[in-house]
């Protein structure tokens, strides 16, 4: 019974923010690398030097922005370009969802606050059972977003070769970094093992009919059977670990007696 009156300690706010500025360094480094590469198509696709550093600064989404330049570079219009963005966005409305619960104040502070949710900060974050640390997310999020734009601005300065990330194989910094990621999901929660391994799956079997996009959005449907397998409640393992402790506590009375009828023989 002890062990379930004594609570796990909390973590300070200042913790969990240097929790999250540590763990973003990584993220933070494999954006730098990405936006480099994104100052240099965006400028030589004519963009100036002014525009991509802006685009960085309010969009804050390679995967977003790289599809703003495959659009404008194939010929496409601004409002298709647009379009295709917002659409690879807008699943930030479900991620947001998901966090909104921890957000703190009224509408238009936990809309400022809703701006830290990114990819990799919003995994960093996630506590389990659907909670989020809000503060590992902010840390998280508030050394990437420079990293972002200072590599942006790079790439613009200094233009180097489009191509040059690719040849060095730094491009799969990122990948390896969500991959990273998905390990210590996945190590913290069983639950998670089926959605990741048959993720993982079909995409290896889509990948060979489909184009990477799609067969990614293909493979993100497994995250669905995490609906039909809801993790136990804090009841119930709270159940569970006080029969534990009344088990462990009358095996202990069924050993007293014998140490005292010993004594008694002696």
């Given at each position: 019974?002890?062990?379930?009156?004594?609570?796990?300690?909390?973590?300070?706010?200042?913790?969990?923010?240097?929790?999250?500025?540590?763990?973003?360094?990584?993220?933070?480094?494999?954006?730098?690398?990405?936006?480099?590469?994104?100052?240099?198509?965006?400028?030589?696709?004519?963009?100036?030097?002014?525009?991509?550093?802006?685009?960085?600064?309010?969009?804050?989404?390679?995967?977003?922005?790289?599809?703003?330049?495959?659009?404008?570079?194939?010929?496409?219009?601004?409002?298709?370009?647009?379009?295709?963005?917002?659409?690879?966005?807008?699943?930030?409305?479900?991620?947001?969802?998901?966090?909104?619960?921890?957000?703190?104040?009224?509408?238009?502070?936990?809309?400022?606050?809703?701006?830290?949710?990114?990819?990799?900060?919003?995994?960093?974050?996630?506590?389990?059972?659907?909670?989020?640390?809000?503060?590992?997310?902010?840390?998280?999020?508030?050394?990437?977003?420079?990293?972002?734009?200072?590599?942006?601005?790079?790439?613009?300065?200094?233009?180097?070769?489009?191509?040059?990330?690719?040849?060095?194989?730094?491009?799969?910094?990122?990948?390896?970094?969500?991959?990273?990621?998905?390990?210590?999901?996945?190590?913290?929660?069983?639950?998670?093992?089926?959605?990741?391994?048959?993720?993982?799956?079909?995409?290896?079997?889509?990948?060979?009919?489909?184009?990477?996009?799609?067969?990614?959005?293909?493979?993100?449907?497994?995250?669905?059977?995490?609906?039909?397998?809801?993790?136990?409640?804090?009841?119930?393992?709270?159940?569970?670990?006080?029969?534990?402790a009344g088990q462990a506590e009358e095996a202990e009375k069924a050993v007293h007696p014998l140490h005292s009828d010993e004594?008694?023989?002696?």
């Amino acid at each position: 019974m002890d062990s379930l009156r004594s609570a796990k300690p909390a973590v300070s706010p200042r913790a969990s923010f240097l929790s999250g500025l540590k763990t973003g360094s990584g993220l933070a480094a494999a954006s730098f690398l990405l936006a480099v590469s994104f100052g240099a198509i965006s400028t030589s696709q004519g963009w100036g030097h002014l525009a991509p550093v802006i685009c960085s600064m309010a969009v804050f989404s390679g995967s977003a922005q790289f599809a703003l330049l495959a659009t404008l570079g194939s010929g496409g219009g601004i409002a298709g370009a647009v379009t295709s963005a917002a659409l690879i966005n807008s699943r930030f409305i479900p991620m947001g969802i998901a966090v909104a619960g921890d957000l703190r104040g009224g509408r238009f502070r936990r809309a400022l606050e809703g701006q830290a949710v990114v990819d990799g900060s919003w995994a960093a974050a996630h506590l389990g059972g659907g909670r989020f640390d809000r503060y590992l997310l902010f840390g998280a999020t508030a050394i990437q977003w420079p990293a972002w734009v200072a590599g942006t601005a790079l790439g613009v300065v200094v233009s180097p070769d489009p191509d040059l990330l690719h040849r060095l194989g730094l491009d799969v910094l990122t990948p390896a970094l969500f991959v990273a990621l998905l390990f210590d999901e996945v190590r913290r929660e069983r639950i998670n093992r089926l959605p990741a391994l048959l993720g993982a799956v079909l995409a290896a079997g889509l990948i060979v009919f489909l184009p990477a996009g799609p067969a990614l959005v293909g493979a993100a449907l497994a995250a669905l059977v995490a609906l039909f397998r809801a993790p136990r409640s804090e009841g119930a393992q709270a159940a569970d670990a006080a029969a534990t402790a009344g088990q462990a506590e009358e095996a202990e009375k069924a050993v007293h007696p014998l140490h005292s009828d010993e004594e008694v023989a002696r």
